[in-house]
């Protein structure tokens, strides 16, 4: 019996890959709290939530709690780290994470609720993506300033500048601690609107391939992302004051998808049937509807069943108008 509760633990995690969803910094009208598992596609109503929008979709996740309405969020940043289930750091506040969504269609979502509330607001919205160097940040206003990715003298430990896998990494280093220090120039301004950055780091995935998980070289390349996203958070703290919530994402989804392709010469098709004839996705509402179908269905049994009884039970001569109104000789009182 433990082996196959084993296989079935192992598919699901197989299937979902790990990650964890950490709080560095939120407002002090929203309260994290619990260890509870949050499904990634809860993302968009915690985020609109936080930002005190109302939420189009339901969640069961017990994790979030809203103290003080009036003290919401004025920015969300959220830090994607790819290729790792966890930075291995105390900080902030964690959460295990159920990868199931595409974090690129959660800034779209994300950003077209902003938009639709405040449509000359002057939100600013924006999708960094470290890996692409100054290009990430060159149509982004109040970074302009940046004008080339200065590389500090540093001796590191285990990473080698000289490796081309780690250069690169630390490239995204040195742009994130970059926008650190022109946003705590003065640069970014806050005009009291929703904003939104959404960042991602992809280099931290190559070392840890290169090296191991478990690795120093790994370990190094995580505490340095550490120090730079509280760097980032110090500097925008001089902005919203306390109005943060800064987010960090980490996910190896990106292993367990490449693991599961399906092969280039079976077509989409072949692969979407399903020999059960299963639905593909559930609506939010099946659970109430399903319940509601179900046991109005039992009641109505019981209740025909209850019926037919009494009326085959039922004497014709004593108990029934019906039948004594309707007898083709009808007996009247003399």
């Not at 979502?109 to 000359?120: C, E, G, K």
């Not at 970014?188 to 290169?210: A, Q, V």
């Not at 599961?260 to 399903?274: F, G, H, Q, Y």
């Amino acid at each position: 019996m433990l082996i196959p509760i084993l296989c079935i633990i192992l598919l699901i995690n197989t299937v979902h890959g790990n990650g964890q969803f950490t709080v560095i910094n939120s407002p002090s009208g929203i309260l994290f709290k619990g260890n509870e598992r949050l499904p990634e596609q809860d993302f968009l109503e915690v985020y609109s939530a936080a930002f005190g929008f109302s939420i189009e979709r339901g969640t069961s996740w017990n994790g979030f709690y809203i103290t003080n309405p009036f003290k919401l969020a004025h920015v969300i940043v959220e830090l994607n780290v790819d290729g790792v289930p966890s930075l291995d750091s105390n900080i902030g506040h964690q959460f295990p994470l159920k990868t199931n969504a595409d974090n690129d269609d959660l800034f779209y979502l994300l950003s077209q609720r902003i938009q639709s509330r405040y449509p000359n607001g002057k939100n600013k919205v924006f999708n960094i993506n470290l890996s692409e160097g100054l290009s990430a940040v060159q149509d982004i206003d109040f970074l302009s300033g940046i004008k080339e990715i200065a590389e500090p003298e540093t001796n590191y430990l285990h990473l080698k500048p000289s490796v081309k896998e780690d250069q690169a990494y630390l490239r995204e280093i040195y742009l994130l601690n970059a926008i650190s220090k022109e946003i705590a120039s003065g640069a970014l301004t806050s005009n009291d609107k929703p904003d939104y950055f959404n960042i991602k780091c992809f280099g931290l995935h190559t070392i840890s391939d290169l090296y191991g998980e478990n690795a120093a070289a790994t370990k190094e390349g995580k505490q340095l992302l550490i120090d730079a996203a509280n760097r980032l958070n110090d500097a925008l703290k001089k902005v919203y004051k306390e109005r943060i919530l800064f987010t960090v994402v980490t996910s190896d989804a990106s292993h367990t998808r490449r693991a599961r392709e399906v092969p280039p010469a079976e077509s989409k098709a072949e692969n979407d049937k399903d020999e059960y004839n299963r639905a593909k996705t559930y609506n939010a509402n099946y659970p109430v509807m399903f319940n509601i179908i179900l046991w109005f269905g039992v009641v109505m049994v019981f209740t025909l069943i209850a019926i037919s009884m009494a009326i085959g039970d039922m004497d014709p001569g004593r108990d029934s108008i019906i039948y004594r109104m309707t007898s083709t000789r009808m007996k009247k009182d003399n």
